[in-house]
């Protein structure tokens, strides 16, 4: 666990801000991933557009009150060298192998916590359970669109340790906020991911090659700005310091369409995942399950009637290995 989170995280408020892609920025990725759907799903989360966008933030909620939940929204990637990084395995259970699951829950567990709730995303499409669809679904997305945050892949998440503190709440708060009202969000529709595990990783090692532009960018501008990269604003009864628009400006425009970019991808991704596990689901029916509530009995059954059929597949296969 990251022993300074907390006062990081107290560092990102005083300056005004959400740490953690901000409320503002996961419910906006949700919800317009919903319009990158295919016709026979977008009914259902059209119609739970305002919890889809509203449950977006539920993970970061429960992050302070359960342990366990931290570690699911990033991965230390810098903590493991090249050659390590490499061979790190992208399956849980082929990683405890090499890594004790202590160790790989102190340095971020993100891309595999993905995949796990990938799979219950498909499980419950499979039973037709809609209110885990969606609530699998907002946080699925909340965990996607972190992996797109560079400072989510790195032990220097909030420039502590470059004496730049708060960037995080700057770059992925700060910044969508004040200039998401130009970003082009028409990403086209999603596509179906066949290596959900890869795809996990992939947007990991992406977002981890950005870390140092990120962090070089805002370096170079804090000693042409100096004090001026800071202002008060007065937000209800509080007067707070924040970044200077010009500041935050002149960082958006050195970083070349890099937030926009990101919340795009997010976007792509968050669709494209639920897709995904709508079709490995065998394509469910979701139309139907929009006015319908199943009893918990039916749940129980279907539930019931899934683990019978995952235990047989799962002895087929190691029949035939």
Known sequence: MRKTLLMATCASLMLGFQPFWGFFAHEKINGLAVFTLPPPMIGFYKKNLTYIKDASVNPDKRRYAIPEEAPRHYLDFDHYDDSVRLLLPHAWHEAIKIYHPDTLIAYGILPWHINQVYGQLRDAFMIKDPSNILRLSAELGHYIADAHVPLHTTENYNGQLSGQDGIHGLWESRLPELHSPDYNFFVGPCEYISDVQGAAWQIITTSH????????????????????????????????????????????????????????????????????????????????????????????????ELFKWKKKIYHSRLHVE
């Open 209 to 304: 090659a950005l870390v140092d532009s990120v962090l070089n960018e805002e370096k170079m501008l804090g000693v042409v700005f100096e004090e001026k990269k800071y202002t008060f604003e007065t937000k209800g009864s509080q007067t707070i310091k924040v970044y200077a628009p010009e500041y935050a400006l002149a960082y958006h425009e050195a970083l070349n369409g890099m937030v926009e970019k990101q919340m795009r991808a997010s976007i792509k991704s968050v669709g494209s995942f639920w897709y995904s596990a709508w079709v490995d689901a065998g394509q469910p029916d979701i139309k139907l399950l929009i006015d319908y509530a199943p009893s918990e009995k039916e749940l129980q059954r279907n539930r019931e």
